[in-house]
């Protein structure tokens, strides 16, 4: 090759020149996967976020079968443009449902794995999913709730000081789904009611990233069971966003969601902005016994504040 553009002329050595440059470095940038660093702080849908994934397809690429189990000094690889993991399908599961966990959709799993139904797969059943940098998304608004979901918080009647706290939660399991909460709640823990909380907040494992659920306690105006107190859960309205944030953060959209309910729902019930608490600061501040819900890394007046 230096041969050749040694005896070509100048401005044909440079276009060549530039074009094998050019050629190697996007070899290298489409290529390859890159390596990263678990920094302190850091957990896996953080440095997914970074690439475009999800952490689920992160820790797949990296053979990490627990998401929240990553260690300060670990190397990561980062898939490249595309890269296919393997997937044994599980009781419950959708296409749609796996495909919102690797940043994909369910044509394109169906396609691949050529489902011509996508309602007939079974529990065990293996496919091949290829996951990708995803588009980046606007960040979500602080202050928009969905119109249907609005009509839900809006259309109790409140008696007037019905309502004196709000208290925040997480679920301690970043793969809760409503209807598991919901029959834990009500058939394991024996609560007439249900769901212990009045709203949910999903995450985007097994609940919709940022969705507001609104429960049938808030929808009836029925005492919480959310706190270890019968006196406490008729005046505090419990709000529990699903994860645990012991070992991961909420997502953007998680807090999101909370600022735009907490602001909602301070403009319907009058509560101060004194009287929102964590489930451990009430615990603390009502002297109960103690609790680490909602985590250590969940900061409620960082989220309210911004």
Not at 122 to 151: E, H, M, N
Not at 204 to 217: Q, S
Request: glycine share 8%; proline share 3%; hydrophobic share 35%.
């Amino acid at each position: 090759m230096l041969t050749i553009l040694r005896r070509g002329n100048k401005q044909t050595s440079r276009i060549v020149v530039i074009a094998v440059l050019v050629f190697l470095w996007l070899d290298l940038a489409l290529g390859q996967a890159a390596t990263h660093t678990i920094k302190r702080g850091e957990t896996l849908s953080v440095i997914a976020k970074k690439h475009g994934l999800s952490a689920l397809a992160l820790a797949a690429h990296n053979g990490i079968t627990n998401p929240n189990e990553v260690k300060i000094g670990q190397k990561l690889t980062i898939p490249a443009k595309t890269e296919t993991v393997n997937y044994t399908i599980r009781k419950g599961d959708t296409l749609s449902t796996i495909a919102n966990k690797y940043k994909t959709t369910a044509a394109a799993i169906a396609k691949a794995n050529g489902i011509k139904n996508p309602n007939s797969i079974k529990p065990g059943q293996k496919l091949k999913i290829t996951i990708g940098t995803a588009k980046k998304t606007a960040k979500p608004s602080s202050t928009t709730i969905a119109s249907s979901t609005l009509k839900e918080i809006n259309r109790p009647r409140i008696r007037r000081y019905r309502w004196k706290h709000i208290v925040v939660h997480h679920s301690a399991d970043s793969n809760n789904s409503i209807r598991g909460m919901e029959h834990y709640h009500r058939r394991v823990r024996r609560m007439e009611n249900g769901l212990a909380y009045h709203f949910v907040i999903g995450n985007g494992v097994n609940t919709t990233n940022g969705k507001i659920y609104v429960g049938d306690r808030w929808k009836r105006q029925l005492q919480g069971g959310h706190i270890g107190s019968a006196a406490l859960n008729e005046i505090a309205i419990g709000i529990c966003l699903v994860g645990n944030f012991e070992k991961t953060l909420p997502t953007a959209k998680q807090k999101a969601s909370l600022k735009a309910l907490v602001s909602r729902l301070r403009s319907r019930t009058g509560i101060p902005y004194n009287l929102i608490y964590t489930h451990r600061q009430y615990h603390q501040h009502k002297k109960l016994k103690s609790t680490i819900c909602p985590g250590r890394r969940f900061s409620l007046r960082n989220i309210l504040s911004t």
